[in-house]
Antibody, heavy 121, light 110 residues
Framework: QVQLQESGPGLVKPSETLSLTCTVS????????WSWIRQPPGEGLEWIAY???????NYNPSLKSRVTISVDTTKNQVSLKLTSVTAADTAVYYC???????????????WGQGALVTVSS | QSALTQPASVSGSPGQSITISCTGT?????????VSWYQHHPGKAPKLMIY???NRPSGVSNRFSGSKSGNTASLTISGLQAEDEADYYC??????????FGTGTKVTVL
């Protein structure tokens, strides 16, 4: 079955840019939407953004000004960039595939293990 | 972007049934049948338990069921087992083509 693995620096300084990559294996990135979701320590899940393999994107309105999601179909990877980070951006960041049903694309069916990113000087 | 509202905690004894509510608005839960539920054990990847309000993915126990009425969706766990102890999150499609998660519910098996 599809496997997702997040990777990137575990420590980012305040005001800098957080960059993460999600590598998809045992499946193709094509024909699906892919998403980033995060969970700050002790808090709930927060949806960040999604991207279609062809490049169509959408963002959480509260993060839109700082987030960029991109896809590289040749490498089977989805990437996330979050600029001007603060301590509030400290979280476990998950990559997830958006599933498809007869009704549509309303759920996340495969998730990575998550990557903890700490924002601190 | 405001989260969907879930109770902070729900508990039950083994064998009992519990229900977790997920309250949204007419811009998300009330207007779309794209409600899903996730089980999250700390340190692990969240697991999809219910999609499209009431559908179970292959491999998920039929002890888990979902429903929706108006702006509120519900997840019921019947025949509660020790392994069901985890955090549970609902999610919904929201107008504007975005997603929103619930605040999360900690399920404790007494």
């Amino acid at each position: 079955q599809v496997q997702l693995q997040e990777s990137g620096p575990g420590l980012v300084k305040p005001s800098e840019t957080l960059s993460l990559t999600c590598t998809v294996s045992r499946g193709s990135i094509s024909s699906y939407y892919w998403s980033w979701i995060r969970q700050p320590p002790g808090e709930g899940l927060e949806w960040i953004a999604y991207i279609y393999y062809s490049g169509r994107t959408n963002y959480n309105p509260s993060l839109k000004s700082r987030v960029t999601i991109s896809v590289d179909t040749t490498k089977n990877q989805v990437s996330l960039k979050l600029t001007s980070v603060t301590a509030a951006d400290t979280a476990v960041y998950y990559c997830a595939r958006i599933g498809r049903s007869v009704a549509g694309t309303g759920y996340f069916d495969y998730w990575g293990q998550g990557a903890l990113v700490t924002v601190s000087s | 972007q405001s989260a969907l509202t879930q109770p902070a905690s729900v508990s039950g004894s083994p064998g009992q049934s519990i229900t977790i509510s997920c309250t949204g608005t007419s811009s998300d839960v009330g207007d779309y049948n794209f409600v899903s539920w996730y089980q999250h054990h700390p340190g692990k990847a969240p697991k999809l338990m219910i999609y499209d309000v009431s559908n179970r993915p292959s491999g998920v126990s039929n002890r888990f069921s979902g429903s929706k009425s108006g702006n509120t969706a519900s997840l019921t766990i019947s025949g509660l087992q020790a392994e069901d102890e985890a955090d549970y999150y609902c999610s919904s499609w929201r107008s504007g083509s975005t997603y929103v998660f619930g605040t999360g519910t900690k399920v404790t098996v007494l």
